[in-house]
């Protein structure tokens, strides 16, 4: 069974229709990313996925007890505020010192919880924000967009500390971006969002498809292929079999 699940969803912001329609289901430890130009919908659909938003129509399913662990896109933080690290991570709930240790440790941090939360670059500043996360042992964790204002190496460097977790935990992942070349080769699937799924996929099967192209361009498929040849591990499945499980369907 699907962590979660949505069925003909359908959300209307303000009158506006911003999602018409979209089915989509994530199953236990797969990596899958939605990409789509701004306004799309990408943050409107986790938002109902977790259940922030109501649907108009549709239903979404969630797995009875399910952990999510959710990464904002930023977050702002008092800068005269004084804030430790470990501090941040005890708000609002204190957490046991080892629970707090070990998730600074998964995320890539573990020598930073003293320092102040302003001092922190931007990618340790996402990475706190992935251990804050990663507290209640996710089942699946959510990301929207939240490498941005990261450098294409930082954001690169974050995206493989995902995959590190998700390795290690077990954790399906679901995140929202627009490092198109970056994420995506990371992915098991590919959701390619326009208000409704234009298109869905393995990476390999979603960059050549003309739905796919119509909205990025071709472009990214150089930068997309580096990082391939760059990605050294070994994903369990066998991407012949995966197309199987493919579809681009231009219907809109
Ligand atoms: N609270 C709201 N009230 C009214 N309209 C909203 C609200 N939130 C989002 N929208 C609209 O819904 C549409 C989809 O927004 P959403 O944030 O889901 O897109 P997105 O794909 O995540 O965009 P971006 O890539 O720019 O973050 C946009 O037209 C947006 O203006």
Redesign the pocket.
Known sequence: MSLISAQNLTIV??G?T?LKNVNFSINRGEIVTIV??????????L?ALIGALTPASGTVTRADNLRIGYVPQKLQIDATLPLTVRGFLNLPHRQPRTVVENALKKAGVGDLAKRQMVDLSGGQFQRVLLARALLNAPDILILD?ATQGLDQPGAAAFYRQIDDVRREMGCAVLM?S?DLHVVMAASDRVVC?NGHVCCEGTPEIVADAPEYRALFGTGTQGAFALYRHEHTHSHDHDPDHDHDHTHCDGAH
């Open positions: 912001l303000n506006q911003v789509g130009p701004n306004g799309s919908g990408k943050s409107s659909l938002r967009e929202v627009h969002l």
